[in-house]
């Protein structure tokens, strides 16, 4: 447990809270999205959303574009600047994940990812969602 703290110190290290970096993932992830997608997909409130939004258009990594659908829900979208900054930390924690799997079997390494993303999909998932991916 102790090394993986160091991968969480990549980001601490960035000065970027886990909150601002659930926002800037789900960005770099899913594309331009409303302030109440970002919410539902990152299991954060609306206004937790808000929040971080404003921080991360006023250090330039995020912008807000207007929503075709929808009037007053405009589209969050990363910058040049906030993908760039976004790719660095991701590939500071790659790099340093595959520094702790080095010396791992390919198998298991490939079993944990399958257990980290059905974990990661039923957290995610809706009940009725996860009752399916459980027969």
Do not use: C, F
């Amino acid at each position: 447990m102790q090394e993986l703290d160091r991968v969480g110190e990549i980001w601490a290290e960035s000065d970027v809270s886990r909150g601002r970096l659930a926002v800037l993932r789900a960005l770099a992830t899913e594309g331009a999205m409303t302030m109440s997608d970002i919410a539902r997909v990152r299991h954060i409130s609306r206004q937790g959303v808000q929040r971080l939004a404003k921080a991360l258009m006023e250090e330039g990594w995020v912008e807000a574009e207007p929503n075709p659908r929808h009037r007053r829900a405009p589209l969050l979208g990363l910058t040049t600047e906030g993908l760039a900054a976004y790719r660095d930390l991701a590939q500071a924690e790659a790099d340093r994940l595959n520094e702790l799997a080095r010396g791992l079997k390919a198998d298991d390494v490939r079993a944990a990812s399958r257990v980290v993303e059905a974990l990661r999909i039923r957290g995610a998932a809706t009940p009725a969602v996860a009752e399916k991916l459980e027969r």
